[in-house]
């Protein structure tokens, strides 16, 4: 059965309820755009934090807390939880992770604790982008896909000018935001290369004609375990946040 995005996602809502998928995605970004574009700084210090606590917070606690109820469960009882959580998910778990990720790049940006960016903005781009498809394509059997094709090489043209316009200004920028910048990398490739996937693989099955109840509990169990993953990835952010406020720059 071939499915196309669009299908996925008009799936994926209405099994998520489309008021739930359109409010968690319409009102976060609204909220980041206003603060952005229109807002104080205190404004867009509060639209970022407030989505990367419930990224956070939602990720360990499916780690800590979900995670180990479920793998007390059978096969059957398990793909019942994730047939119902998984479409939720989909759309409320990549929109605060922008929101939060973009809020902080933003701020980073307008504090001026983000020296010699731009080159470095290009490299993240190039691997939150490409390492994701192509994880994307190992998972699907998509290397031969023109879809796959298309958003690949979409990817790499794009990155790749983002990077020659840039890397002319290339400059070590602070180890902190090093270590911040490889951090959301992580979570970006992680997020968007294993868990998305992992939730689309969910909602093929669940909407087969014969599902396996076993693969949909492996998947979404193995999901739970890595949102643990993030979770310590996010904690290693905020310690950094608290490192610069501590150090007595105006976050």
Same mark, same amino acid.
């Given at each position: ?53 419930? /990224? ?63 080159? /470095? ?26 879809? /796959? ?103």
């Amino acid at each position: 059965m071939r499915h196309s995005v669009l299908g996925t996602i008009r799936g994926m809502g209405v099994r998520a309820n489309p008021a739930f998928a359109v409010g968690v995605v319409a009102v976060p970004v609204a909220a980041l755009l206003a603060a952005a574009l229109a807002g104080t700084l205190q404004q867009l210090t509060y639209v970022h934090v407030m989505a990367g606590v419930l /990224w956070t917070g939602i990720d360990l606690f499916m780690a800590l807390v979900l995670g180990p109820v479920l793998g007390g469960l059978d096969g059957r009882a398990r793909a019942a939880v994730f047939e119902r959580f998984t479409p939720k998910l989909f759309f409320l778990m990549p929109t605060l992770a922008v929101v939060t990720t973009f809020g902080g790049i933003t701020l980073a940006l307008d504090l001026g604790v983000f020296p010699h960016a731009m080159p /470095w903005l290009a490299l993240f781009t190039a691997a939150a982008t490409t390492l994701p498809l192509l994880s994307i394509g190992y998972q699907f059997d998509a290397f031969t896909d023109r879809r /796959w094709l298309a958003f690949f090489a979409i990817a790499v043209l794009g990155s790749g000018s983002f990077l020659y316009t840039t890397l002319g200004a290339f400059a070590w920028t602070s180890p902190l935001m090093l270590i911040i910048l490889a951090d959301i990398a992580l979570l970006t490739i992680l997020g968007n290369g294993t868990l998305m996937p992992g939730e689309v693989r969910i909602y093929y099955q669940i909407t087969s004609d014969d599902p396996d109840t076993d693969l949909i509990g492996r998947i979404g169990l193995r999901n739970a375990k890595l949102s643990g993953v993030q979770g310590v990835l996010q904690l290693v952010i905020i310690a950094a946040m608290v490192y610069l406020r501590w150090g007595g720059l105006p976050l």
